[in-house]
């Protein structure tokens, strides 16, 4: 299931953050989400709008240097992962990655290819796109919790 939405501009990168931060609350799971597209694209500051509409109320900074951000929320843990510097998937053994993965966790992977077969699959793919001066933004389910979210999104675009 696919779901394609222009926005216009970072206000609508934002308002689009905090839709998608609503129907992520109250997932119990650990979810996954893969944030693709090129630098600049958006990835952080939609990062940044979920986070912080998910009641984080400190800076939500890039994790382009220390590799991973943590954010502890009363009843979930979300882990801001850029592997964009990574230069070899193994670093990531040497600080415990898999240990992120678990129940009530959300974990937003900027550039998570480069971490090969250590990173679990997505269950939520978002691609950003730039478009002028614009972005679109394109959001793939590879799970059931996923597909739910699109449909509540699709309705949501509809009214």
């Known amino acids: 299931m696919h779901f394609h939405l222009f926005l216009e501009n970072e206000a609508a990168t934002l308002a689009f953050g905090q839709k998608l931060s609503v129907l992520l609350t109250n997932l119990t799971e650990n979810f996954v989400i893969y944030l693709n ?9 939609l ?8 009641g984080y109320q400190g800076n939500v900074k890039s994790p382009t240097y220390a590799l991973v951000e943590e954010y502890h929320l009363h009843n979930k843990s979300i882990y801001h992962f850029d592997l964009y510097r990574l230069s070899d998937p193994e670093e990531l053994e040497f600080f415990g990655f898999r240990d992120y993965f678990r129940p009530h966790t959300l974990c ?6 480069k971490g090969g077969d250590l990173v679990p699959p997505a269950d939520l793919l978002i ?33």
Do not use: F, V
């Open 108 to 113: 937003l992977l900027e550039w998570a290819e």
């Open 127 to 159: 691609t950003l796109n730039y478009q002028d001066n614009a972005r679109e933004i394109i959001l793939q389910a590879n799970s059931i919790a996923a597909e739910q979210i699109i449909c509540a999104l699709i309705t949501d675009q509809a009214k």
């Open 47 to 54: 990062t940044r709008a979920i986070i912080q509409n998910m």
């Open 37 to 45: 597209g090129q630098l600049g694209a958006g990835k952080t500051t």
